[in-house]
């Protein structure tokens, strides 16, 4: 890897719906003065804009690769610029040139509790979305793009954010980047 400045840095971080990227991603870019750019937002702002739910817009995008593409490609230019830490599914692929890719997970109840309280959904409601919403776009990503998102050897760093209390998860998270910068990037 090229040596890069650390206000250049380039974190990706995925994982499943529920499991806490954009709230770990909002961290860790206050800790590290980087801009944040969220992929699910901007998901979640297309469907707005569109008048759709995010349910109606993953049907819809299953039949318009133009969607994801629209997405996705403001992740790449976004992760071009540096100085940034990008959460989404597809960001530790679309961020070919990030620095440290982290992959979150929680167990699935945990996952579909965080998601009611979030979108103010009965705990059953938020199962059936969700894992409807996860199958459709498993397809998807397979289908446009190849991907896997099973396959977890594109990270770094895997962590289970059911392990430990919020702020003790991004210590955890800030002391590994803040290591891999002082290691590789000052070094």
């Avoid at 895997?158 to 590994?176: Q, S, W, Y």
Wanted: net charge positive; charged share 30%.
């Amino acid at each position: 890897m090229s040596r890069s400045k650390p206000e250049r840095l380039v974190i990706t971080i995925g994982g499943l719906h529920g499991t806490g990227k954009s709230t770990y991603a909002r961290a860790l870019a206050e800790a590290f003065g980087l801009k944040h750019v969220s992929a699910g937002g901007a998901f979640r702002r297309l469907a707005e804009s569109f008048g759709l739910t995010l349910q109606e817009l993953t049907e819809k995008a299953a039949g318009d690769r133009g969607i994801d593409e629209k997405v996705d490609g403001m992740v790449r230019e976004e992760a071009l610029k540096g100085g940034v830490v990008v959460d989404g599914m597809l960001s530790a692929w679309m961020a070919e040139n990030a620095h440290v890719k982290i992959c979150l997970q929680a167990p699935d109840e945990v996952r579909f509790k965080r998601i009611a309280q979030r979108d103010g959904l009965s705990l059953e409601e938020a199962r059936r979305l969700t894992l409807e919403r996860e199958k459709a776009e498993r397809e998807r990503y397979r289908r446009y793009y190849g991907i896997d998102l099973g396959d977890l050897s594109v990270y770094d760093i895997i962590l289970n954010t059911e392990l430990l209390p919020l702020k003790a998860n991004i210590k955890v998270l800030t002391d590994v980047v803040r290591e891999y910068v002082r290691f590789k990037l000052e070094g």
